[in-house]
């Protein structure tokens, strides 16, 4: 019985941050040592991204940081997640510095794979295990992520995302209900999927409303957060949802990837410009208090400058809280990569310049509104080199929005305070605080 500590280095999104926290599961339930410093594992687990071409030589790269370390106390570096899932075939002979290599639901073969590590074999178990569902947390105490699904099957021109992970499956939901039960005390739970807005209908119906209902129910929860909705999928039943439900936070995060109908209709994405101009309308209608957060590629093949500048109009017109914008990555293996019209990486970069410009000005206009404001707070610790505490309001998910930076004589992580703000820059808010 292997009787090691253990570390991890968990790169890429939250979905994937689910998956390294069920293979820690597995470690504790081995009852071996779970360390947070890296330089006092035994054994390292790399959990890998392989989204975008980016992803993936940080992936490598962190692989061959850790291998640098062996002659500490290190001995054994295993690689799971996305990138041995799509491109074991190519990653094994290559990167040798791996011993054991699993892909991103292989949970139950850790230990096994690491037994034959230890004999002396290098281990490609890609597909040989099983998903647990025993997680060890990552994340603060007060938030927590449920990963309500798996796989996409929307098949954008751009993405590698079905081909890494599969068709969409969602979980079951007394599953889901039971993993929400077992989280203890948790001031946000936040619903993470490839496609949020999806759950169930792969199963006959959609079921997301009634999930977020069942969830509510839960006295343990005390706020759920919506990432990755679709937007066709923003359903009347959901918009309803969010105005009514005192535990679903009035925010809503929507990738688009573009506005203007030829780029769309390429990108092989659903919408209109039409369709998303009417739905966010009907959102600020129905909850003006929203917050909606969206996601933005530029520099996909064929796009000009006339549809850049549509994009930047767009913007403009609908003045979202918080937004991400990304140049196109051209990825081998996706249908976008054959298309015609691709754009130079410099006019990429300029055009990904001027919308963070614009939106620069949105956020810096919308966030003035708050100055001389009280609102409520979540602290979520300590920021030591600004010397004060740091904290999210509703309209601000963890590590993708801005934060509120308050002093207070005192503040707890995970609980809610009464911020009143003095300042506002583009992107953060300042203020002070008394306990609510």
Known sequence: MIRKKFGMISLGCDKNRVDGERLLGEVRRHGCEIVSDIQEAEIVIVNTCAFLNAAREEAIGTVLECDYHRLNKLEKIVVTGCLPQKYIKELFPALTEGDVFLGIADHSELFPALERAYAGERVN??????????????????????????????????????????????????????EARGLGETQELVLVAQDTTRYGADLGENKLVELIQKLSELDNICHIRLLYCYPEVVTE????????????????????????????????????????????????????NIAIRTTFITGFPGETEEEHEGL??????????????????????????????????????????????????????????????????????????????????AFQAQDIDGVVYFTSPK??????????????????????????
């Open 125 to 178: 178990a890609v597909g040989c295990g099983q998903e647990r569902l025993e997680r060890v947390f990552t994340t603060a105490p007060h938030i927590k992520y449920l990963k309500i699904a798996d796989g996409c099957s929307n098949h954008c021109t751009y993405c590698l995302i079905p081909k890494i992970r599969g068709g969409f499956r969602s979980y079951p939901m007394e599953q889901l209900l039971e």
């Open 237 to 288: 039943a959901l918009i309803q949802e969010v105005k009514s439900n005192p535990k679903l936070l009035k925010y809503l995060d929507i990738p688009l990837q573009h506005s203007e109908n030829a780029v769309l209709k390429r990108m092989g994405r659903r919408g209109t410009r039409e369709s998303y101009l009417a739905l966010f309308a009907r959102l600020r209608q129905e909850i003006p």
């Open 312 to 393: 930047k109009r767009f913007l403009q017109e609908v003045r979202f809280e918080n937004c991400g914008f990304f140049a196109y990555s051209r990825e081998p293996d996706t249908p976008a990569y054959k298309l015609k019209g691709q754009v130079h990486p410099r006019t990429k970069q300029r055009r990904l310049r001027e919308l963070y410009a614009v939106q620069q000005d949105i956020s810096a206009h919308i966030l003035v509104g708050y100055v001389g404001r009280t609102l409520n707070v979540v602290c979520d610790g300590i920021d030591f080199e600004k010397g004060c505490f740091t904290g999210r309001a």
């Open 411 to 436: 503040a707890e992580e995970g609980r809610v305070y009464s911020v009143f703000i003095d300042r506002a820059d583009s992107y953060d808010l300042y203020g002070h605080t008394e306990e609510l």
